[in-house]
């Protein structure tokens, strides 16, 4: 079965103050963000690999560098969260589980190659980073199953920071997209995934690729540091 890919890129990216898309900003290599997650996404599942993004802010821009690509808009970009717009995006997509990442994600090729055999063997799953537990970041904790009972930036002791990259299975699918609908307008979709969990007895893995590097872009020292990760 083909692989499925949702990029989202909905946002206005604020934060990083560019007058355009944030996935669109320049690395230091010449790619932009999102150039390269194409480039890795497509050396790790295949030329014919579904790719969909989720647009709203200047989408003509992302539609216009990335012409081969599949879209959905969100034509309320500007008044929800991340929820929504994968929430969109899940609608579109064949039968069959879906790898999704937000399009501010920097990371080494290392990261998909790392992840394709859970891919194949369709387990849901969070790509995170135990090295490192920031205050502002999404965190998760485990049950006693091994496996995600909490994921939000409100999670206390947390055991690692959730990277932006994340897998739903086919036979979890339907499940997340119930609960994406039931999200608030504004909550991220990790959001979805927790009531998911909670509710449906949804049982989802945390992948460590802490020994590869992941940056999402936020602010400035962000960029520099993808670029210094990079060089």
């Not at 499925?4 to 934060?15: D, E, H, K, P, Y």
């Not at 937000?102 to 998909?112: I, M, P, S």
């Not at 502002?136 to 002791?157: C, N, P, R």
């Amino acid at each position: 079965m083909t692989a499925q890919v949702i990029i989202l890129a909905a946002g206005m990216g604020t934060r990083l103050g560019r007058p355009h898309p944030k996935p669109l900003t320049k690395l230091e290599t010449g790619q932009t963000i999102m150039a390269q997650q194409f480039q890795r996404v497509r050396d790790a599942f295949g030329p014919d690999v579904r790719i969909t993004v989720i647009v709203g802010f200047k989408m003509d821009l992302i539609m216009e560098a990335h012409p081969d690509a599949l879209f959905v808009y969100n034509e309320v970009y500007s008044e929800t969260n991340t929820s929504k717009s994968l929430l969109k995006g899940l609608r579109s997509t064949w039968e069959g589980g879906v790898l999704w990442m937000n399009g501010d994600v920097v990371f080494d090729k290392g990261v998909l190659e790392g992840i394709a055999d859970r891919i194949g063997g369709d387990q849901s799953f969070v790509c995170v980073n135990t090295a490192s537990v920031a205050e502002e970041e999404v965190k998760y904790t485990l049950g006693g199953d091994g496996f995600i009972d909490a994921l939000s930036k409100q999670v206390v002791g947390g055991l690692g920071e959730a990277v932006g990259i994340n897998y739903i299975s086919e036979r979890d699918k339907a499940a997340f997209v119930e609960r994406l609908a039931e999200c608030d307008d504004q909550d991220y979709f990790e959001r979805g995934l927790e009531l998911a969990i909670e509710r449906d007895g949804v049982r989802i893995l945390p992948v460590d690729i802490s020994e590869h590097f992941v940056v999402e872009v936020d602010f400035e020292d962000d960029l520099a540091r993808a670029n210094q990760l990079h060089g």
